[in-house]
C-alpha cells in the first residue's frame, strides 16, 4: 500500500501561485494523480502523471496554469498552481494508483485510484 501525505495548502490571493506536495512510501513508478474537492461538489481530476514523469494530462480548467513534475529520487509528486483563481477553491488530494497503467490514459476517474492522502486546503481569495 502506498502512503500519501499532501503538504503545501493555504490561503493565497487571486493571480498568486501555490506549489503542493505530495509525498509517498512506495511510490516510484506509480501513476499519481492530483484531484480537488470544493464544499458540496463532487471530487474532480486536476491532472495525473505517468510513472516515470514523462507525460503529464490536465483538466481542461486547469491547463496552462498548473503544472505536475515528480522527483521518484525523493518520493514526491508537486503540482504547482499559478495564476490561482477563487474557483480553484478546495481541498486537493494526491492519489496513487496500484494497478497497471497503460500510456496514453489520462486515469481521470477517482476509481482509477487505489490510495489517497488526507488532503491539503487551498483557499483562493478575490
Known amino acids: 500500500q502506498v502512503q500519501l501525505v499532501e503538504s503545501g495548502g493555504g490561503l493565497v490571493q487571486a493571480g498568486g501561485s501555490l506549489r503542493l506536495s505530495c509525498a509517498a512510501s512506495?511510490?516510484?513508478?506509480?501513476?499519481i494523480g492530483w484531484f480537488r474537492q470544493a464544499p458540496g461538489k463532487e471530487r474532480e481530476f486536476v491532472g495525473s502523471?505517468?510513472?516515470?514523469?514523462?507525460?503529464?494530462y490536465y483538466a481542461g480548467s486547469v491547463k496552462g496554469r498548473f503544472t505536475i513534475a515528480r522527483d521518484n529520487a525523493k518520493s514526491t509528486v508537486y503540482l504547482q498552481m499559478n495564476n490561482l483563481k477563487p474557483e480553484d477553491t478546495a481541498v486537493y488530494y494526491c492519489?496513487?494508483?496500484?494497478?497497471?497503467?497503460?500510456?496514453?490514459?489520462?486515469?481521470?476517474?477517482?476509481?482509477?485510484?487505489?490510495?489517497w492522502g488526507q488532503g491539503t486546503q487551498v483557499t483562493v481569495s478575490s
Open positions: 512506495g511510490l516510484s513508478n506509480r501513476r
Open positions: 502523471v505517468t510513472g516515470a514523469g514523462q507525460s503529464t
Open positions: 492519489a496513487a494508483r496500484r494497478r497497471t497503467s497503460y500510456a496514453g490514459n489520462d486515469y481521470r476517474e477517482t476509481n482509477d485510484y487505489d490510495d
